[in-house]
């Protein structure tokens, strides 16, 4: 078990620029979350999936930001445009049993100059 | 609005002594409750959890208390390890069956040093 794979690791883009990134859940869990951590509000969830339906997209900050997860094995979460307060360190995290805790991804950190 | 705090940023504690950490919350719909340790660079890991209807959850050298009426929880962490040195982040979940169950809301963190 590979565990949760995220991509890029880290990710530096000029204001404006368009940033993708990357999630691969464990196979068999069918909750995937993205999270966002910086410094002034600590983690904080930006929206997870079901099934690959999204079910609580609250945490999206900004029209700016979208979601997808087209299949079970794949999720993308889009900046764009970057702005330089985006910079923070993305996690994804899934489970089979939520609320039981996840398992969460190495982060990729965003960093919009 | 935060509804799970953790009030200290950070602790520092001497190599074989107890560390205790705090965790309150506000939220009543609050069912479940965890506890994840994070190293620069990596992301949290889970650690230890425990149901609201229990008051203590041990696992080797760590230990969560829950107190329900003052929403509140703790860790201990005994002996400390120089290798405990690490982020801690209190999690909540609501109760299975309710709204946006499958969520987990994290406090700030709290960074722990044990010294050699």
């Known amino acids: 078990d590979a565990g949760v794979i995220q991509s890029p690791r880290h990710e530096v883009t000029e204001m404006g620029q368009e940033v993708t990134l990357r999630c691969k859940p464990i196979?068999?869990?069918?909750?995937l979350f993205w999270y966002r951590q910086t410094m002034m509000r600590g983690l904080e969830l930006l929206i997870y999936?079901?099934?690959?339906?999204?079910?609580?997209d609250s945490g999206m900050p900004e029209d700016r930001f979208s979601a997808k997860m087209p299949n079970a094995s794949f999720s993308t979460l889009k900046i764009q445009p970057s702005e330089p307060r985006d910079s923070a360190v993305y996690f994804c995290?899934?489970?089979?049993?939520?609320?039981?805790?996840?398992?969460f991804g190495s982060g990729t950190r965003l960093t919009v100059v | 609005d935060q509804q799970v705090k953790q009030n200290s940023p950070s602790l520092s504690v001497q190599e074989g002594r107890i560390s205790i950490l705090n965790c309150d919350y506000t939220?009543?719909?609050?069912?479940?409750f965890l506890w994840y340790k994070k190293y620069p660079a990596e992301g949290p890991t889970f650690l230890i959890s425990?149901?609201?209807?229990?008051d203590k959850n041990e696992d080797g050298r760590f230990t969560v208390f829950l107190n329900k009426s003052a929403k509140h929880l703790s860790l201990h962490i005994v002996p400390s390890q120089p290798g405990d040195s690490a982020v801690y982040f209190c999690?909540?979940?609501?109760?299975?069956?309710?709204?946006?169950?499958?969520?987990?809301?994290f406090g700030q963190g709290t960074i722990l040093t044990v010294h050699p």
């Open positions: 999690a909540a979940s609501p109760y299975a069956g309710g709204t946006s169950y499958g969520k987990l809301t």
């Open positions: 196979s068999g869990h069918d909750y």
């Open positions: 939220n009543s719909m609050f069912d479940y």
């Open positions: 425990i149901s609201s209807i229990k």
């Open positions: 999936f079901n099934n690959n339906v999204p079910i609580d």
């Open positions: 995290a899934s489970t089979g049993q939520p609320g039981y805790g996840y398992t």
